[in-house]
């Protein structure tokens, strides 16, 4: 006797093939549209590195978007794709999209919110162990910051082990405000 597939339902059809990645469109950006109301905002530095990790390894990520072209979760991936002519030339001026059938307004804002909140936030002891562990293969300290998009004094503070209150007053920010009068 066969072993029942757990990838099959009852009907024999595919759960896999109902999942909105298995139908990953490669569009024109200028197809889609922002939303109106992303609480997410990324600055330059992180737009830097996105566009990097886009470069260095491929689209790892489709923008989600309605039926009707707004976009529900990447809306920063579209701003690269349809203004960055590095990112354009990768795949001929197209992006990956997968569609979300059948949600209202309401479903796409709460989705948007909970694709955001879902990639969590770095820690920076994490982070750190990281820095330190990339130099201590070997990689140079200006290396890590290129590939990473951190400034020379993010990844010196990152690589110290040093205890905080040891560290006090080591810096240019040592002397404190003195008053004038």
Not at 11 to 26: E, F, N, R, T, Y
Not at 171 to 180: A, L, R, V
Request: aromatic content about 4%; overall charge negative; charged content about 25%.
């Amino acid at each position: 006797m066969q072993k029942p597939r757990p990838d099959i339902n009852a009907d024999g059809q595919s759960k896999l093939a109902k999942q909105p990645i298995a139908s990953v469109q490669w569009v024109e950006p200028e197809t889609l549209r922002a939303n109106h109301y992303n609480p997410n905002h990324v600055f330059g530095p992180e737009m830097r590195l996105l566009k990097l990790s886009i470069l260095a390894h491929g689209w790892t990520q489709p923008i989600v978007a309605r039926r009707d072209g707004e976009i529900v979760d990447g809306f920063h991936r579209w701003t690269l794709a349809s203004s960055d002519e590095d990112i354009r030339a990768m795949t001929g001026g197209h992006c990956p999209v997968v569609y979300l059938d059948g949600i209202t307004v309401d479903e796409q804002m709460i989705a948007t919110i909970r694709h955001n909140r879902a990639r969590g936030q770095h820690g920076v002891l994490r982070m750190g162990e990281i820095v330190r562990a990339l130099l201590e293969s070997g990689m140079d300290p200006d290396m890590v910051g290129s590939l990473l998009q951190m400034e020379d004094e993010e990844v010196e503070r990152l690589a110290d082990i040093t205890p905080s209150p040891q560290q006090a007053g080591m810096d240019h920010f040592g002397k404190g405000w003195i008053p004038t009068r």
